[in-house]
């Protein structure tokens, strides 16, 4: 097993044409000289980033599917195995910090392939200076975190950076999860039909992190949505195996999810804006910082689609979870305009939504 | 949500959408002048809704659209310097200059910041003693009296470490000089409502009976802006030219008295360059002498600046209501938001950026409805 997964891998490396690929072309042709803040924003940017500069030197058939995770099979046994990076500033937030959040992505991230994550790697870059008790808040929400999502930390890494180098602490965390054999969830499923459902309210993460950012006082605290989805989504897989495709709504928000998928199903997405779930308080928040709610950031948000059959059954046991009580369907995937999804509006007219090609910067007035 | 929901509701959308088709007997032009406006039209799918005898087009409306390329390059030049920290409003770091944009610089090292209010630029100020802190003080009437307050405040603190780079522009005067141009279209315009909440609408009466054209200062929600057209729509059937109020709401006619004093203090009604529109009289406001200490551009002497403008890009006539986003041969091929040739790609409130994010191609996109 081992030699065939060794030879599997010198194959996919040597059809890789490395000297054609640096000799023809050293760099790919960008706009940007430098790296943007913009190339991170989860937009069109971040992309074509990716698509630019990393998957045609990495190219192979786990990689290509751009999933949340890499789908492994390894003696007939199916992995999902998945990394993340948190940089988030501030580090405490209402509703959360940087260490749950790192445990939580990378669980959610595992649990969209399908899999029961197992085991986390955790790696540490910490900026000199960095308080100890705020280093220790940190690793005991991660402690937590862990527990509640039933995964272990297995091995891991710290390093240290001059002052000024870093912002206080990055994370990155890494996961492997086993997929039960009977749960295929991929974009290949979705089909024309298919029921788009989502497990509550958008927005929180985002507006959570931009109220603290910018000192913005709400009558009721607006909280991070971060939470370990591995738990609904047993539920769910549990009330039917049938799932097409399931996907957590993070960098970039629903927008970002639903034209990725859009896209690499080349079906249209429709949506119906008056149905999709958000907070008065950030829809309020959303209005008073001229941001669109539809690219806020979720971290405990995830898109579920499912074939119209067992669309009750499958919601109904959501709203039976504490993550996803709030659970809606929000919209349907269609033949036409493929590749793109467009919104019924509140009003009854319809829009294209688009990915913003970086951050979304709040209008002038 | 309370006092939003209202004025994005389908059933009353369809009541006012028949009402105004009821009433419509030829083709009309209406201008709604803010970019705010343009933006809540495209987002919502509002324009599509109308009738077909009732073209909206775009104004000029969006200031970062049409803050002048001079003015933008300056700032650039101020905001590469190391000893300065510059700060803007958010929609303004994307805005292509000559050579680069604040995006760009940000990434090269410079130390640019995104603030919500000008205020926040003293709070800067104060922390960071040994820099000079900048703001881009842009926008229309609306955004003059923070900014002006921000002035006023650093002169009443004796901070001596801020200054604005003014680039303020004025309603009235940009209307005129699209109702005065040969290429006019304009029958009726749908007025701004945030720069009269500020203002007051007196200075709209001369230009109504001058030119001989409705103008009903209006919102910004769906329900505002259809109301608008529906009472813009029956001055025009009815050959009436008035000012009247649809934002009564937030606006009267005597404007926010306590806020034009503090403009009045801070700044002067000066000529202004547009961008894409050129010099129009009287159309911005520039610091009163007496705050000169507090003028960026007389600070750092930036005075040499070599502009250089897209060839291609129509923006001055997609801001004048001449010609639609999509008319431009570069619209979503050379110049899309990653890559904008003009500012009116670059905020959400320029037209071509409402017209490219929301899909709006030369081909119409029919949604699917499902059953």
């Known amino acids: 097993?081992?030699?065939?997964?060794?030879?599997?891998?010198?194959?996919?490396?040597?059809?890789?044409?490395?000297?054609?690929?640096?000799?023809?072309?050293?760099?790919?042709?960008?706009?940007?000289?430098?790296?943007?803040?913009?190339?991170?924003?989860?937009?069109?940017?971040?992309?074509?980033?990716?698509?630019?500069?990393?998957?045609?030197?990495?190219?192979?058939?786990?990689?290509?599917?751009l999933h949340d995770g890499a789908l492994l099979n390894i003696n007939n046994t199916k992995l999902a195995f998945s990394t993340d990076s948190y940089v988030v500033n501030p580090i405490f937030f209402p509703g959360g910090n940087i260490g749950e959040l790192a445990v939580n992505g990378t669980v959610n991230d595992l649990s969209m392939c399908g899999a029961k994550p197992m085991y986390l790697s955790a790696g540490f870059i910490i900026e000199e200076g960095f308080a100890m008790e705020d280093f220790w808040r940190v690793i005991l929400s991660m402690q937590n975190a862990a527990k509640k999502a039933c995964v272990l930390f297995v091995t891991g890494d710290t390093k240290v950076v001059d002052r000024g180098k870093g912002d206080q602490i990055y994370i990155n965390t890494s996961g492997i999860g086993i997929i039960p054999d009977d749960v295929n969830i991929k974009t290949a499923n979705v089909k024309a039909g298919d029921k788009i459902i989502i497990n509550g309210t958008i927005a929180d993460h985002g507006i959570a992190i931009m109220s603290v950012r910018e000192n913005l006082e709400f009558e009721t605290e607006i909280r991070s949505d971060t939470a370990a989805l591995n738990g609904l989504v047993e539920t769910i897989l549990n009330a039917s195996k049938d799932v097409h495709m399931l996907r957590d709504a993070t960098r970039g928000g629903v927008t970002s999810v639903m034209t990725e998928i859009a896209e690499s199903a080349k079906l249209g997405v429709y949506l119906e804006e008056t149905k999709i779930p958000i907070r008065e308080e950030v829809k309020g928040a959303c209005e008073i910082l001229g941001l669109d709610p539809l690219y806020v950031a979720n971290e405990g948000k995830m898109i579920v689609i499912v074939p119209p059959g067992i669309c009750d059954t499958v919601l109904q046991a959501m709203q039976s979870h504490p993550l996803g009580k709030n659970a809606a369907v929000i919209g349907e995937v269609v033949n036409q305009h493929a590749g793109m999804v467009?919104?019924?509006?509140?009003?009854?007219?319809?829009?294209?939504?688009?990915?913003?090609?970086?951050?979304?910067?709040?209008?002038?007035? | 949500m309370k006092y939003l929901d209202e004025y994005r509701d389908e059933e009353l959308a369809q009541k006012l959408i028949k009402e105004i088709a009821r009433i419509v007997t030829k083709p009309w032009v209406i201008m709604e002048v803010c970019g705010g406006q343009t933006h809540s039209i495209v987002k919502y799918g509002l324009d599509r809704m109308l009738p077909p005898e009732i073209e909206l087009v775009h104004g000029p409306g969006c200031p970062v659209c049409v803050t002048s390329l001079e003015m933008i390059d300056k700032a650039h030049a101020i905001a590469s310097r190391e000893d300065v920290i510059f700060c803007s409003f958010g929609d303004m770091l994307r805005v292509p200059g000559s050579h680069s944009d604040l995006l760009v610089l940000k990434s090269r090292g410079a130390d640019i910041r995104v603030v919500y209010s000008p205020i926040d630029c003293l709070k800067i100020a104060k922390a960071n003693p040994g820099k000079k802190v900048v703001f881009f003080a842009i926008g229309f009437e609306t955004t003059a009296p923070a900014n002006a307050m921000s002035v006023w405040l650093a002169k009443q603190q004796g901070i001596t470490n801020f200054s604005v780079l003014v680039s303020h522009v004025l309603v009235p005067p940009a209307m005129a000089a699209i109702l005065q141009s040969p290429q006019n279209r304009v029958q009726a315009f749908l007025g701004p409502?945030?720069?009269?909440?500020?203002?007051?609408?007196?200075?709209?009466?001369?230009?109504?009976?001058?030119?001989?054209?409705?103008?009903?200062?209006?919102?910004?929600?769906?329900?505002?802006?259809?109301?608008?057209?529906?009472?813009?729509?029956?001055?025009?059937?009815?050959?009436?030219?008035?000012?009247?109020?649809?934002?009564?709401?937030?606006?009267?006619?005597?404007?926010?008295?306590?806020?034009?004093?503090?403009?009045?203090?801070?700044?002067?009604?000066?000529?202004?360059?547009?961008?894409?529109?050129?010099?129009?009289?009287?159309?911005?406001?520039?610091?009163?002498?007496?705050?000169?200490?507090?003028?960026?551009?007389?600070?750092?002497?930036?005075?040499?600046?070599?502009?250089?403008?897209?060839?291609?890009?129509?923006?001055?006539?997609?801001?004048?209501?001449?010609?639609?986003?999509?008319?431009?041969?570069?619209?979503?091929?050379?110049?899309?938001?990653?890559?904008?040739?003009?500012?009116?790609?670059?905020?959400?409130?320029?037209?071509?950026?409402?017209?490219?994010?929301?899909g709006r191609f030369l081909e119409k996109i029919e949604m699917a409805v499902p059953e």
């Open chain 1, 1 to 65: 097993m081992v030699q065939k997964i060794i030879m599997e891998i010198k194959e996919i490396n040597s059809s890789i044409d490395y000297a054609t690929l640096l000799g023809s072309c050293p760099l790919p042709i960008t706009n940007y000289k430098e790296v943007t803040l913009a190339h991170g924003s989860g937009g069109k940017l971040t992309h074509r980033l990716i698509e630019q500069m990393i998957l045609p030197q990495f190219k192979n058939e786990f990689l290509s599917p």
């Open chain 1, 342 to 365: 467009m919104m019924k509006t509140a009003i009854g007219g319809s829009r294209v939504v688009d990915m913003l090609s970086g951050e979304q910067l709040p209008r002038i007035c």
């Open chain 2, 193 to 358: 409502g945030h720069v009269c909440t500020v203002m007051g609408y007196n200075e709209y009466f001369p230009l109504a009976s001058t030119f001989k054209v409705p103008i009903v200062i209006t919102g910004f929600e769906p329900m505002d802006l259809l109301h608008g057209v529906l009472m813009t729509v029956k001055q025009l059937e009815e050959g009436r030219a008035e000012v009247e109020n649809q934002y009564s709401r937030v606006v009267n006619e005597a404007g926010n008295r306590t806020a034009m004093d503090l403009v009045y203090k801070v700044f002067e009604v000066s000529d202004r360059k547009w961008r894409g529109i050129g010099s129009i009289p009287q159309s911005g406001y520039k610091l009163k002498s007496e705050f000169k200490d507090y003028d960026a551009e007389l600070i750092f002497n930036v005075d040499k600046i070599d502009t250089q403008e897209s060839s291609v890009c129509i923006s001055g006539l997609v801001l004048q209501g001449v010609k639609k986003p999509q008319q431009c041969s570069a619209f979503g091929k050379q110049c899309t938001p990653e890559h904008p040739l003009g500012a009116t790609m670059v905020s959400g409130e320029g037209a071509c950026a409402a017209y490219y994010t929301y």
